[in-house]
Every structure is written in C-alpha cells, then in structure tokens.
C-alpha cells in the first residue's frame, strides 16, 4: 500500500478526529478498518503499527504515527495553512486545552475497553454501561460549555474558524447522541456543533459515511 493509509474504526472518536482533519485538508488517504468490536485492535498485525493497541494510526511520510492529537498537530505542521491551531502562543494553549478536556478527560472513561471491562467486574448490564456514558459524557460536556464562556470563543470554539477543539466536540456530540446524553440545555456546544455539521469536511467524515467506505 503507498500514499497516506488510516488504520481506523468508523465510530472511533479518534479516528473520528482525525478523518475531519484530514478531509478538511483534502488530503486523499486510504481507510484501512481495524474492527474493535472483534478486538482487532489487539492483534499482532496492529499492535505492530500501534504498540498501544489502539485506533487509530496514520500512515504517512514514511512513519507510522499514533494518537489523534499529535497526528492532528503533525498535520497542522506540515500543512502551513491548515490552521488547526491559532499562530498566537495564549490562543494554542486554550485549543490544546479544550481539546485535551474532551480527548484526555471525557474520552478515556469512555473508551470501549475500560467501559468493557467495568461492565464485567460489576456484572453491570446495558442499564448500566448507558448510565456510565450518560453520567461521564454528560458531564465532560457540560464543563466544556463553561469552558466555551470565553471572549475567544467565536463561531466555533476558538474564533470564527473551526480547529483542532471542534474536531474533538463533534464527534463527542455524537457520542452524547449515541448513548442519550441529555446535553440539549448546552447552548454553546450545540451552536457551534450545528455550524461544523454544515461544512464538507465534517459531514464527510461522519461515522455513517465511514462505515460506508470500508
């Protein structure tokens, strides 16, 4: 396989994350499925290209790079227009750190296999993995909603020009959705998630329009 190959699944948050990314540089890659449902993930053929076990990882360059964020950041990088994040020192940090309140907060409680594996030690059933999502997705955003009282926030979380935060919001919009979070009194998230739904790049990467692709 040559040019740029995204080893994904389609309803993966980071993966999500990094689709829009790329779709939003009309970056043309090659989607390669990594089915976690059937625990792909952990098999030897990925765990070679991602030690961690995890989705998803970017082939590109030469390299064979892993977690979201940095892959975002890498492209941000390389790809002097991009615009993920601000120019100004004060303005990267406030993106970094919405983006990590959803990927270094929300996300990890939610992942998959934690939320597995809790269901098997607690004998907790589909009642309790939706209370689960519901409670931990439910307040990561609603934190991320006072976060977004701020007189940097614009149309989208950062100014009038979506970046790497939006690229984390939508799809945990989509995951509150999903599991029936009830976030519909967040009126800033659900402004600035409406406006990203407009643009090609978000609808592109969209899960169902993923799903469809592999």
């Known amino acids: 396989m040559s040019g740029i190959i995204l080893f994904e699944y389609w309803r993966s948050s980071a993966s999500y994350r990094v689709r829009i990314a790329l779709h939003s540089l009309k970056l043309d890659y090659e989607s390669v499925p990594v089915n976690i449902l059937k625990n792909e993930q952990k098999e030897p053929d990925n765990l070679s290209r991602n ?19 940095a892959i975002i950041e890498y492209l941000d990088e390389i790809y002097p227009d991009a615009g993920f994040l601000p120019p100004d020192p004060a303005g990267r940090q406030r993106v970094r750190a919405l983006s990590y309140a959803i990927a270094m907060e929300t996300h990890p409680v939610c992942n998959t296999g934690v939320v597995t594996h809790v269901m098997d030690i607690t004998q907790g059933g589909d009642a309790a993995r939706n209370a689960w999502m519901q409670k931990f997705i439910g307040e990561g955003l609603t934190a ?25 919001l939508v799809p945990q919009v989509y995951n509150a959705r999903r599991w029936g979070a009830d976030i519909s009194g967040l009126k800033r998230v659900n402004a600035i998630v409406k406006r990203c739904e407009k643009l090609k790049a978000f609808a592109a990467a969209h899960p169902d329009k993923a799903k469809l692709s592999v």
């Open 144 to 168: 991320f909603e006072r976060l977004l009282d701020n007189a940097d926030t614009g149309k989208f979380c950062h100014g009038d020009k979506p970046g790497m935060a939006d690229f984390c």
């Open 51 to 69: 030690p961690q076990g995890l989705v998803p990882t970017l082939a590109m360059d030469g390299r064979m790079m892993t977690q979201s964020l």
